[in-house]
C-alpha cells in the first residue's frame, strides 16, 4: 500500500514539475546595425569592465506605427576579436520580454546590434529597454532607458 501511495506522489510530482516548468527565451542573432531618428540611445556607449576597447549601450527603437523593440548595440575597438552574448529587455504597456542575444565572436572593428522581437504599443505609454553584455564570460547590464510613446 505504501508503495502504490508513494508512486502515485512521485506520479504528481512529476506532473506538477512538467506543468510550471518555464518557457524557454528565444535566442536571436547579432546583426549590422544601421540607426535613424527611430532609435532613442539614452546616454550613449559605456565601456565594458572586462575591456576599456569594448562598448555597448541599450537603444529604444519606435518606428511612425508604433511598433517598438530594444536593441543592445556592441562595439569593439580592440585588435583582437572577442566572445561576447548577452539579452535584451523590454517593458511597457501590457509587454515585458526577454531575449537572448547569442553567444558569439565579434571581431575587431566591428559594431553588431541582438535585436530584440518588435511589438506594438499603444500611443501614450511609457516603455523601457535594457542590455546585459557578457563578454568574455563577464556580464555587465548597461541601465534602462525609458521613453513615451507619442501618436
Not at 24 to 36: F, H, M
Not at 44 to 65: D, M, Q, R, W
Amino acid at each position: 500500500m505504501r508503495f502504490k501511495l508513494l508512486s502515485v506522489m512521485a506520479a504528481a510530482v512529476g506532473i506538477l514539475a512538467l506543468g510550471v516548468a518555464p518557457a524557454s527565451a528565444k535566442t536571436v542573432n547579432w546583426q549590422i546595425v544601421s540607426t535613424n531618428s527611430n532609435w532613442y540611445c539614452g546616454g550613449g556607449y559605456i565601456t565594458h569592465p572586462v575591456s576599456e576597447h569594448v562598448n555597448f549601450k541599450a537603444c529604444l527603437v519606435v518606428n511612425a506605427n508604433n511598433d517598438a523593440q530594444t536593441v543592445l548595440v556592441v562595439q569593439n575597438t580592440a585588435s583582437v576579436a572577442v566572445a561576447i552574448g548577452g539579452l535584451v529587455f523590454f517593458d511597457g504597456g501590457s509587454v515585458s520580454n526577454t531575449t537572448d542575444c547569442a553567444a558569439s565572436t565579434l571581431n575587431p572593428g566591428f559594431t553588431r546590434g541582438c535585436f530584440g522581437p518588435t511589438f506594438h504599443i499603444d500611443s501614450g505609454t511609457r516603455i523601457w529597454g535594457n542590455g546585459n553584455l557578457t563578454l568574455n564570460g563577464v556580464t555587465q547590464s548597461y541601465g534602462w532607458v525609458d521613453r513615451w510613446v507619442l501618436a
